[in-house]
């Protein structure tokens, strides 16, 4: 799941309840958690942009086929909109 833009701004921490919305731990946690899921991404992208600068054809076929892959996982499992 996605941290929204709203979670991304600076806190006013004089106001409680937004200072416990945004505990530094969770907001942790979550970043974490969205970052583990776009590795699968990050890494096939990786690995075409290598395979490309080495001039390795069946390399970059390879690697954009999973990059696809991954990006149709990362869709199918985030919801429309986010």
């Given amino acids: 799941m996605p941290i929204s833009l709203?979670?991304?701004?600076?806190?006013?921490?004089?106001?409680s309840d937004e200072a416990e919305a945004l505990d530094p731990a969770e907001l942790c946690a979550r970043l974490r958690t969205e970052l583990a899921e776009l590795e699968p991404v990050v890494s096939a992208a990786a690995l075409a942009a290598t395979a490309f600068r080495l001039r390795d054809e069946e390399g970059l076929v390879a690697a954009l086929r999973v990059l696809t892959e991954a990006l149709d996982e990362l869709e199918r499992r985030r919801p429309p909109g986010a």
């Fill in 6 to 15: 709203t979670e991304r701004r600076a806190p006013d921490w004089s106001r």
